[in-house]
């Protein structure tokens, strides 16, 4: 059975019955109870990357040798996306070669234009607006630290309104955890993004008092707060986020695990000895990368 979108550009691709699907499909291949190494025999995937990676291009490409298909990475010195040719030819031709295309791209118009006009399924590696792909490996974490089913897990994101925290917001609420976004006033989520949350059923608790916002928290979750691309930006935002850094006085009184995409800022949102503690979720989260990415490309490609 294939999953009935034809593209995963963000978490809400899926329903919730078919997200359901991809973390069982993900846990299964996970733990040995389902034999993945030939479900993707002979099939390619080709990776398209505009920005750098590390846990994208790795955990891709290694999952797709594990499930017995194979990888080709274009990076930005390989291709010019848009330069050149006009992205809806670049889809066109590269679509004929591969049965899959993941793309890590900045601007999320651009990785719509390649679904428009793709013939094999796009994969969401990555754009300012969204990362679906972290966000399933984020729910296959609290899934395996928590039990399923894990609806009414508390969660707290503290931070940026990022195209992180945009994603696992919608996926809070497909999932039924209880989550509170905790923000400077300036620098919380959009509102199509709450919008989209609250039609799902799970409109979160928006806070900017980070002690409030991490109290009976099980899970707190930070992402870095000057984002790929945003340099020229930096000293106004640690400006504007002094006070929402994730340490041991913000977590002290509260069991609540930390969650963190990668790559970490220590000493920025948050610290090094937080980072390295036993509440740190993040190496399994980053593990998980992997397999909830096979999860998703078995189900999307049948």
Not at 11 to 36: C, M, P, Q
Not at 59 to 87: N, Q, R, V, Y
Request: charged residues 25%; aromatic residues 6%.
């Amino acid at each position: 059975m294939t999953l009935d979108t034809d593209h995963f550009l963000d978490i809400d691709d899926l329903s919730a019955d078919e997200l359901e699907r991809v973390l069982d499909r993900a846990l299964a291949l996970k733990t040995g109870e389902e034999d993945g190494s030939e479900l993707l025999t002979q099939r390619t995937m080709g990776m398209l990357f505009e920005k750098p990676s590390t846990r994208t291009r790795i955990s891709f490409e290694t999952g797709m040798t594990k499930l017995g298909g194979h990888a080709i990475f274009l990076g930005p010195d390989d291709i010019h996306l848009g330069e050149g040719e006009p992205l809806k030819d670049t889809s066109r031709a590269v679509s004929r070669y591969v049965d899959v295309v993941m793309a890590r791209m900045f601007d999320h118009d651009d990785i719509e234009e390649l679904a428009a006009y793709s013939s094999v399924p796009i994969v969401n590696g990555l754009t300012d607006d969204a990362h679906p792909c972290q966000t399933l490996a984020d729910l296959l974490t609290i899934r395996e630290a928590f039990g399923a089913p894990d609806d009414g897990v508390s969660v707290t994101w503290i931070g940026d309104g990022n195209n992180v925290g945009q994603s696992f917001v919608v996926g809070a609420a497909m999932a039924g955890l209880d989550l509170t976004i905790c923000t400077p006033p300036d620098y919380g989520m959009g509102e199509n993004v709450l919008d989209r949350a609250a039609a799902l059923g799970g409109e979160p608790t928006v806070v900017d008092d980070p002690e409030a916002a991490v109290d009976g928290a099980d899970v707190v979750y930070t992402d870095v707060w000057v984002s790929m691309g945003q340099e020229d930006r930096r000293e106004e935002k640690l400006e504007a986020f002094d006070g929402f850094q994730v340490n041991g006085e913000l977590l002290a009184g509260t069991d609540a695990k930390l969650m963190h995409c990668l790559p970490a800022h220590r000493g920025e949102e948050v610290t090094g000895e937080v980072l390295e503690s036993d509440r740190a979720l993040v190496w399994d989260q980053a593990e998980n990368r992997l397999h909830a990415q096979n999860g998703l490309l078995v189900e999307l490609l049948g």
